[in-house]
């Protein structure tokens, strides 16, 4: 099994739906991350959690919420789907220490139609 | 600007040739600097990190650091087909967040 799980790995939604796209890890990591990968854009931060109880805004945080409901999950919303939010998306883990080594999970890909 | 930039691809080497990535950062208080691989359709993973000036050789690969320059490079030696990738350059300030540039995709022709 994957050291960090995203589900789902493929959705179809409409303009305006409400999505979930869940991550949850056995690394036992603190910190953990969301990025978002459009072609040719490389990686953007979209939030980020150092524990439980921290959570912080990426670069590109508008549009997109987060609950960090324990150490081991991660999940990120998007409240009111649009097209431009179409892209994969990517939860990563990093531990406390930070060697700065991102531990990245298979990957979300999301369309809006 | 952005704040990590690479070397506009794609790249393509023959089999067997040196491949060059580089990577400049507009921060300079950055102070990590990583490469990552991404195969198409797949999860980046770690290939090499940099910390200090200077080289860092793992293998076939390796990493070269120039801080003043704000200048980060990988080098391929002896490339092979399994090296066609995409390559992320990222890099981490204090503040413990990675940012990535665009990514440079390489062609390793047989």
């Known amino acids: 099994d994957a050291d960090v799980t995203q589900t789902p790995r493929n959705r179809i939604t409409k303009t305006g739906k409400r999505i979930m796209l869940e991550c949850s890890q056995t690394?036992?990591?603190?910190?953990m991350y969301w990025y978002r990968q459009d072609p040719g854009l490389g990686l953007r931060l979209i939030y980020y959690?150092?524990?439980?109880?921290?959570?912080n805004k990426g670069e590109i945080s508008d549009g997109y919420s987060v609950s960090r409901q324990a150490q081991a999950k991660f999940s990120l919303s998007l409240e009111s789907a649009i097209p431009n939010q179409t892209a994969l998306y990517f939860c990563a883990t990093s531990d406390r220490v930070y060697t700065g080594e991102l531990f990245f999970g298979e990957g979300s890909r999301l369309t809006v139609l | 600007q952005k704040e990590v930039e690479q070397n506009s691809g794609p790249l393509s080497v023959p089999e067997g040739a040196i491949a060059s990535l580089n990577c400049t950062y507009s921060d300079r208080g950055s102070q990590s600097f990583f490469w990552y691989r991404q195969y198409s359709g797949k999860s980046p993973e770690l290939i090499m990190f940099i910390y200090s000036n200077g080289d860092k050789e793992d293998g076939r690969f390796t990493a070269q650091l120039n801080k003043a320059s704000q200048y980060v490079s990988l080098l391929i030696r002896d490339s092979q087909p399994s090296d066609s990738a995409t390559y992320l350059c990222?890099?981490?300030?204090?503040?413990?967040?990675?940012?990535f540039g665009d990514g440079t995709t390489l062609t390793v022709k047989p």
């Open positions: 690394k036992g990591h603190d910190r």
């Open positions: 990222a890099v981490n300030t204090n503040a413990g967040k990675s940012t």
């Open positions: 959690s150092f524990d439980v109880k921290d959570i």
